[in-house]
C-alpha cells in the first residue's frame, strides 16, 4: 500500500494544527487569507508561526495554550504552518519586521502593527511556562 508524501504530511501535521484551532485560533492558509485577516486590522491579534520542530511542540503552543486561559487576550487569534502553508507564512512573516524568519514564533499586533514578538530562540530555551507568562505581560499591556 502506497501513500502520498502531501497525504503523509498532511495526516502527521494535523495534530499539531488541531492542538492551535481546537483552542480557538484561526488557521490563515493563504496569503489572501492572512492579508484579509491583518491589513488593515483593529484591535489586538496574536499570530503564531506553528512548526514541526519538538521546541514547538513542547513549548510554543502549550505556552501560547496556557496564556490563552488568561482573562486578558487578544481580540483576533490566528496561526500559520511554516513549512506546509508556506506561502501565507511568507506572507505573515511580512508584518513581523524588523525579525528575520523564525519558526516557531509568536507575534503580538495592535492595529496592524507589531508590538511584541517572541522568537524561536527565545521558545527554544524556555519552559511553556515562561512563554505563557511573557504572553500574558504582554496581553495585560497590549491587550487592555
Do not use: W
Not at 32 to 41: D, H, I, K, S
Amino acid at each position: 500500500m502506497s501513500m502520498s508524501f502531501e497525504r503523509y504530511m498532511m495526516d502527521m501535521v494535523q495534530p499539531m494544527r488541531d492542538e492551535l484551532t481546537r483552542i480557538g485560533v484561526q488557521e490563515l492558509r493563504t496569503p489572501e487569507e492572512v492579508a484579509e485577516a491583518l491589513e488593515n486590522m483593529k484591535g489586538t491579534a496574536l499570530v503564531v508561526v506553528n512548526s514541526v520542530c519538538g521546541c514547538a511542540a513542547g513549548q510554543c503552543r502549550p505556552g501560547v495554550a496556557k496564556a490563552l486561559q488568561h482573562e486578558v487576550k487578544p481580540d483576533h487569534l490566528y496561526t500559520v504552518f511554516a513549512g506546509q502553508d508556506k506561502e501565507a507564512t511568507a506572507k505573515a512573516r511580512e508584518f513581523f519586521a524588523p525579525y528575520p524568519p523564525s519558526s516557531p514564533s509568536i507575534a503580538l499586533m495592535k492595529d496592524g502593527e507589531l508590538v511584541h514578538f517572541i522568537q524561536r530562540h527565545q521558545v527554544e530555551d524556555r519552559s511553556a511556562e515562561m512563554i505563557a507568562n511573557d504572553l500574558i505581560g504582554a496581553f495585560e499591556t497590549y491587550c487592555k
